[in-house]
């Protein structure tokens, strides 16, 4: 049976420019889900923009605008970034579709069915003068953890999560006033019925998880679960399918993580699979979900609860890919501080490939990294242009200038037939158990044994001396450039399908792949154009 592959990227807030931060967490799931298409897998990699929420409705109350006017020009601004950054999904969708819609309310109730929702009346936090119910969100007040000023929902400095209901010195962020307490009705998610089941989960895959998912998500589950809203009063969302929660909406942080099952659900019709069996636990489904490191409380403990909720025989996570953070000059990078380096001008000034294997080159899997404009410049021109763009130009264009594009045949170096042979297996490990730097890093190590081979072949020389050696080294060569572009597919899409098509080759595929005798060359473009490192 065909491996299956779910490949989740998080969904972007729709309040803001994506900035190289959200790149550096985000680009891992399309190199993963090129990778595993080129593996044969079936492979559904998701993803959308979180379109509801209060900073939107915040932004658009300041704005004079309607909060679907905000998060609709953001959604568009996302789905151009990546696009540009050639993201592969097979479903880049938003939250405020009515399929998204209609299947959380699905889910929803199914939940319901399970047993795992309550009704509550308890006191919430009230501004006065706002005249309204606040969400954690719209609180401010000293984390129960840590003692420093944060949100409501989530601290920024310690990382805890936990209700408003456990800060102190609370205050409206709107107004800035002192919050009250009032009376309000809302549904319960049971997640404290979960404790033992998600730590359970948590110990099972902690192994295929990076360190920060494992320390987070014990210091989360250490706190303890508490149950948790699952409705809100907001005009502007998911609407509650219940009767006497018209005025209400279901919480984000519930909708906007069950993204990913409605996504891959869309996907699935779409092919005429079946989304239950799909998701199927007992199926050996291999479910990444690719994020930062805020984002792991959520895929780690909230999210697999919820599934364990809607479907007990549901996959939950077996990979969470969560990154550490990007900094300029040693702070981490914000959309609120400004500090930031946006994708929209990345995209703007710097080829696709050079930006991608910067960014997984250096990728922040297990530390925070500093982000530097004139260090991926570098990068680009020294391993992508000087390094292999370089090994392809100068093999072709003797070919084209000596021999009229004519290949000669010859038979490939063992050695060098052993060592590829080598690399997809170390590669193709290091990519599914998504340690992608070392696969980057790998990538640096064949184009500089590349190169190696073909100065010390000195084919320029054999093609004066011996037409038979010079043939067995150009075979050698373009084997190694086959399979380059094989290899370094999943990180660099551009250069490899540009060499493809040069060569030519077959598609992309997760096996050596061998040029049959002699052939000749059509157009010898270069792959890449050096960037000039002063204007960068």
Same mark, same amino acid.
């Given at each position: 049976m065909t491996k299956r592959v779910l490949i989740g990227n998080a969904w972007p807030y729709a309040n803001n420019l994506l900035h190289v931060g959200h790149l550096a967490a985000l680009l891992p799931g399309d190199v993963l889900a090129r990778f595993s298409r080129m593996k044969g897998y079936e492979t559904i990699f998701v993803s959308g923009s979180d379109m509801h929420g209060t900073p939107i409705t915040e932004r658009?109350?300041?704005?004079?605008?309607?909060?679907?006017?905000?998060?609709?020009?953001?959604h568009a601004e996302f789905v151009d970034n990546f696009d540009k950054m050639l993201f592969s999904y097979d479903r880049y969708t938003h939250t405020d579709t009515e399929y998204h819609k209609a299947a959380v309310q699905d889910f929803l109730r199914a939940i319901d069915k399970n047993g795992w929702l309550y009704e509550t009346t308890e006191p919430q936090d009230y501004c006065e003068t706002c005249g309204r119910f606040l969400s954690d969100r719209e609180i401010e007040g000293k984390c129960p953890v840590c003692g420093k000023i944060t949100r409501g929902d989530q601290c920024e400095f310690c990382m805890a999560s936990f209700d408003s209901d456990k800060m102190s010195d609370k205050i409206c962020r709107t107004c800035k006033k002192p919050t009250s307490t009032r009376l309000n009705k809302h549904l319960m998610f049971r997640l404290s019925a979960f404790q033992q089941r998600v730590a359970d989960f948590a110990s099972e895959n902690g192994e295929k998880w990076r360190w920060n998912a494992v320390n987070e998500t014990k210091k989360y589950l250490d706190q303890g679960l508490p149950d948790r809203a699952v409705t809100r009063d907001l005009e502007w969302g998911v609407e509650v399918p219940f009767p006497g929660y018209e005025k209400k909406r279901v919480y984000v942080w519930f909708e906007a993580v069950l993204g990913y099952l409605t996504a891959c659900k869309s996907v699935c019709e779409e092919r005429g699979l079946s989304f239950a069996d799909f998701m199927k636990k007992d199926g050996g489904l291999l479910a990444y979900y690719v994020h930062g490191k805020d984002n792991i409380p959520f895929h780690t403990v909230i999210f697999p609860a919820l599934e364990m909720a809607i479907d007990p025989a549901m996959q939950l996570p077996t990979h969470i890919v969560s990154s550490e953070y990007v900094n300029m000059n040693d702070e981490k990078m914000s959309k609120s501080k400004g500090n930031l380096i946006s994708v929209r001008d990345l995209c703007s000034h710097y080829p696709a490939d050079a930006v991608r294997f910067y960014t997984i080159l250096y990728n922040p899997e297990k530390r925070d990294v500093n982000f530097s404009i004139s260090e991926m410049v570098q990068t680009y021109n020294k391993f992508l242009c000087g390094g292999f763009g370089n090994f392809v130009n100068r093999n072709l264009s003797f070919l084209v200038k000596k021999f009229e594009g004519r290949v000669p045949s010859?038979?490939?170096?063992?050695?060098?037939?052993?060592?590829? =042979?080598? %690399?997809?297996?170390?590669?193709?490990?290091?990519?599914?158990?998504?340690? #992608?730097?070392?696969?980057?890093?790998?990538?640096?190590?064949?184009?500089?044994?590349?190169?190696?081979?073909?100065?010390?072949?000195?084919?320029?020389?054999?093609?004066? =001396?011996? %037409?038979?050696?010079?043939?067995?080294?150009?075979?050698?060569?373009?084997? #190694?450039?086959?399979?380059?572009?094989?290899?370094?597919a999943p990180v660099i899409p551009v250069g490899t399908e540009a060499l493809r098509r040069i060569l030519p080759l077959p598609a992309a595929s997760w096996e050596p792949v061998e040029l049959p005798g002699a052939f000749s060359l059509g157009e010898v473009p270069i792959l890449y154009t050096r960037i000039d490192e002063k204007n960068a």
């Open positions: 658009a109350r300041k704005e004079g605008v309607s909060p679907a006017e905000i998060a609709g020009r953001y010859g038979r490939v170096d063992d050695e060098v037939r052993r060592h590829v =042979e080598e %690399l997809y297996r170390t590669m193709g490990e290091k990519f599914e158990s998504a340690e #992608l730097r070392g696969a980057a890093e790998d990538m640096v190590d064949l184009i500089q044994y590349a190169n190696k081979y073909y100065d010390e072949a000195k084919p320029w020389v054999a093609a004066k =001396e011996d %037409l038979s050696l010079f043939g067995d080294i150009t075979a050698t060569c373009i084997y #190694l450039m086959a399979n380059m572009a094989n290899l370094f």
